[in-house]
């Protein structure tokens, strides 16, 4: 089956500065690639996501890129911002999903 | 539009008792997924429904763990004779169908096994 592994576990950004998260997959039929936000209490919240047939996706201050060659794929937060505090999931999924054990983020003022 | 919503959103049982968890997809959306997601950890496939097909039931890690899907909305997760290991907490998400990928979550289901 499909192995997904996601770093650091966690990581520490000042205000402002840009945060990677990074992770790596095993299936190489796995043609979706989600992330997910999770704050304290909540259920995850898909941010993101990018299919096989793209490299790139932006939406305002996030990005995911992937590359199916090697099968790894990333989530970029510039400006971050304290909101931006929570644990990051990676997914990846052909038609089950399997999830990365997460990235807690802590944006400092 | 309303989310997904899952109830009780805490649970505290004994060891040895059996619970039933509940969750109540957004309308429309005919694929839904249970996974359990312990202390610092990634979450856990536990089975999939997608409309009136048969589930796929492969994450289940026992057999004191079963789930229903009634009428292709309501959905409840059995857990027969909790141990503590089960302790975790229990997460529900549907999509609109299985091939659109986009899986929308619950605010989950704390369970503590005393």
């Known amino acids: 089956g499909e192995n997904v592994e996601q770093h650091p576990s966690t990581l520490s950004v000042q205000e402002g500065d840009s945060a990677v998260i990074k992770c790596t997959y095993s299936?190489?039929?796995?043609?979706?690639f989600p992330w997910y936000k999770q704050e304290l209490g909540k259920g995850p919240q898909l941010i993101i996501d990018?299919?096989?047939?793209?490299g790139e996706k932006k939406d305002q201050r996030i990005a995911v890129t992937l590359n199916k060659t090697a099968k790894h794929f990333s989530l970029h937060i510039t400006e971050t911002q304290p909101e931006d505090s929570a644990v990051y999931f990676c997914?990846?999924?052909?038609?089950?999903?399997?999830f990365g054990t997460g990235t807690s983020l802590t944006v400092i003022p | 539009g309303a989310g997904v919503s899952q109830s009780p959103s805490n649970k505290v049982t004994e060891k040895g008792k059996d619970v039933e968890l509940r969750c109540d997809p957004i309308?429309?959306?005919?694929?839904l997924y249970w996974y359990r997601q312990s202390l610092g950890q990634g979450l856990e496939f536990l089975i999939y429904?997608?409309?009136?097909?048969?589930?796929?039931k492969s994450g289940l890690p026992s057999d004191r763990f079963s789930a229903e899907r009634t009428g292709g909305s309501v959905s409840t997760l059995t857990i027969q004779r909790t141990q503590q290991e089960d302790s975790a907490v229990y997460l529900c998400?549907?999509?609109?169908?299985?091939?659109?990928?986009?899986?929308?979550f619950g605010p989950g289901t704390r369970l503590t096994v005393t």
């Open positions: 998400a549907s999509s609109l169908t299985r091939s659109s990928y986009e899986q929308y």
């Open positions: 299936d190489s039929a796995s043609n979706y």
């Open positions: 990018i299919r096989s047939n793209v």
């Open positions: 997914a990846a999924s052909r038609s089950q999903f399997y």
């Open positions: 309308s429309g959306h005919t694929a």
């Open positions: 429904f997608q409309g009136n097909s048969a589930p796929d």
